[in-house]
């Protein structure tokens, strides 16, 4: 072989082994860089996000027990339940004890139903923890009688107590004789899952453990034909009593 086709085979050789290099090398290594680096800046961004949020660090702890403190007041705010004997008590130191002027004639109360959270449950990659905790409503209808003031220290009643209450409508009329009669639907809320325990209402003013609370009698009375009671069954009523 000659000296000049040497000098050409090593010359391709040459080119052949910068192309190869710069092919599988060269370009592989910058490509790897060039992630490498973009990798570098988003974590460089995280890191002067950390920065900032921790030099804010004791204010963020600070804002979540103020937070904390208000959302355990506002659950707070909220019975453990609302029965039957709630609403009648209610009504009755409504009609008897805190309101003048008020007279209640009929009460329906409802049956509770949840009420079904409708907030955002996602935000920024952050889903929200369900604790458990469910909002219920019980809706039930008074009749009342009562005078234009009594009207109004009746809302003021209702809306001025601690627990969670509100006023769906009322609907009055006036009597020929200057009073106001209606019919007013109030509901009542209460949560279910808290830590707080169910307190149950102070019945005052009711006998407990009354045998006979018909006020009727209870047997012994022996009637004859014609209807009338002897007077064994007065006795028998007597020694109930």
Do not use: C
């Not at 339940?81 to 007279?103: C, H, K, P, T, W």
């Not at 009643?157 to 639907?185: C, F, P």
Request: proline fraction near 1%; aromatic fraction near 10%; charge should be negative.
């Amino acid at each position: 072989m000659k000296k000049s086709e040497i000098q050409l085979v090593l010359v391709v050789v040459g080119v052949l082994v910068g192309f190869l290099s710069w092919q599988f090398v060269y370009k592989n290594y910058q490509e790897k860089a060039t992630a490498l680096a973009a990798e570098n800046e988003t974590l460089q961004a995280r890191v002067d996000q950390l920065e900032i949020l921790n030099q804010r660090k004791s204010q963020y702890i600070q804002d979540t027990e103020d937070m904390k403190t208000e959302s355990d007041a506002i659950i707070h705010r909220f019975p453990s339940g609302v029965r039957s004997e709630d609403v009648i008590m209610y009504l009755n130191n409504m009609e008897f004890v805190d309101v003048n002027q008020v007279a209640v004639n009929s009460v329906s109360i409802g049956s509770s139903a949840e009420i079904p959270y409708e907030g955002i449950t996602e935000a920024e990659g952050y889903t929200l923890q369900d604790e458990g905790i469910q909002l219920y409503q019980r809706q039930n209808s008074a009749t009342f009688m009562t005078t234009y003031s009594g009207l109004k220290s009746l809302l003021n009643y209702i809306y001025g107590i601690d627990t969670r209450k509100s006023v769906t409508s009322v609907n009055v009329s006036a009597t020929e004789e200057g009073y106001l009669q209606g019919t007013m639907l109030i509901d009542f809320y209460y949560l279910n899952g808290t830590e707080y325990q169910y307190t149950e209402t102070d019945i005052m003013g009711v006998p407990l453990g009354n045998d006979n609370f018909f006020g009727v009698r209870t047997g012994g009375g022996i009637w004859t034909a014609g209807g009338a009671e002897s007077e064994e069954g007065v006795e028998g009523e007597a020694e109930e009593e």
